[in-house]
């Protein structure tokens, strides 16, 4: 059984058919690529996998339970974290603070410790600090960690977002261009972070990107979807000589 | 750590025993307002003028009001409002319970479960509220609550056990500056504490950017309701705190122009700042007083031109308010 299936999927808005019988099959520990034309629907599966929208038809499963009508923080909470193509930061918080926010959902200290400031909520607050900056230090930005986050260049707060969707601990990652807005130089940076997270953490990763250097490089599979509908997975080489693929991304002679 | 959590019970032992014994003196020394409607004015003897003393126990309770919904407000970024509604049923509960079941308890006695009764009763209703109207999102939610306290206002005005329209006279006087103070100084420190807290950061979080909180696994409507329910709760204290310094009650108090005031003392001092609220609530609750002043000279009430023009100013001048989003040091989360 996959880590995560995606069974004959569709969502429609309307007469707009967003996603049309979309099937996938994530094996754990792998980092898949999502590629495909501007308007494809690639986001969209990311709204569908997170429970923003409900699909209109088929099933979503993961470790075999189906995610189809569960709320989106209980998706969340069950391990799919993921960042936003349009960067979505607190931006009046600082980054550590960030970066602790994600732990809301494991960390367990209730009111009373509030305020009394018990010794458990002390003890688990240094914790949830340790651990939020281990996460900073991992993506580089450790720094950077009383800062407010929306003072942050661009590139700090991608990995940023990336570093609080970590706080999750999460077995599934979705990233949602990651490289967007980025010079070489910091993509190359990325491309070299994203592959070593996920092979440290063996976390199973989905990315979208229209850097086609950076997918190449790191997806050990790809997935392209045009007009809302899978016309080819497998590896780089497969997808670049799919003719298909070259139709939907270069047009027909 | 054990060392921090002694401590933290300590102050919180010092505030309720400072309380007491403040309490004791200033009674002795017959400042409590309450004394002051019985007595001839000539007899009075005390260190502040009975007037300047309401004005600072009414600035009290505005601080606790306004911190309160400066957790609703500014740190879970809920437009509220009702709050108005709160402090009404705080202090009728607090009022009725005093008067009808503990009218000759010992203060202790009478503050505890006043207060406490009254806050519960506040948190109560608010979940109920909370439940039914935090699906709503912006000025729909302002609406809604608005209605709310509204009707809570009306409810209690058609109560005859409660005075109606005459309002509640005669509800046992207790509280005094010294008491009314410390008790705020705690309200604040609850609050700051819950704001640094895990609780504090969703309610930042969602604020900021309600997707992106969900996303982190927190469930925005049982946060909101959460805070709803803790500002309800200490708006009901604060309520309880008013009705017993006063001594008396009129639905007339806790109209939505009470409420409309907390939000400006929010908005005047910097929404999402703590020490904003309590910065906006001091400074408008002295202002329209200190301005009577003014009024001596002039002959004529301009009062409310002036104090509206204020408002006016700092708007235009500090449309952040006037910390921003700054804290005083004391209030600031390291």
Redesign the interface.
Known sequence: MAFLEINDMSLEFGGVKACQNVTMSLEPGILYGLIGPNGAGKSTIFNVL?G?YPPTHGDIKLRGESLVGK???EI??KGI??T?QNI??????TVL?NV????????K?N?I???????F?????EA?RQKSLALLKVMGIEDLANVQAGALPYGKQRKLEIA??L??EPKLLLLDEPAAGLNPAETRELTDLIRKIQKDRNITVLLIEHDMGLVMKICEKIYVLVQGQLVCEGVAEIVQNDKRVIEAYLGVD | MTKKFNKTLLIMLAFAVGALILNFILSKFSLTPGALLHEKPGRFTGLISPYYYSVLIIMCVNIILSVSLALLNGFTGLFTMGHAGFMAIGAYTSASIVTFFLPTAPIIIQLLVGSLCAGLMAAVIGFVIGISSLRLMGDYLGMVTLGFSEIIRIVLLNIDAVGGARGMTDIPVYLNLGSVLLLTLLTILVIKRIRDGRLGRAMLAIKENEIAATMMGINPLAIKVKSFVIASFIAGVAGSFFAHSEGYLSTQTFTFVKSFEVIAMNVVGGLGSLSGAILGAGILTVLPEGLRKVQDITGVDLRMIIYALTMILIMILRPQGLMGNREWKWLSSK
């Open positions: 997170t923003i709320k989106p923080y969340a909470q974290g993921r936003f979505r930061l607190f931006k009046d918080l603070q602790m926010s994600s732990f809301y959902s494991s960390s200290s009111l410790d509030m305020v009394f400031e018990t010794k909520f002390n003890e688990e607050e949830v609080r969707a706080g999750l």
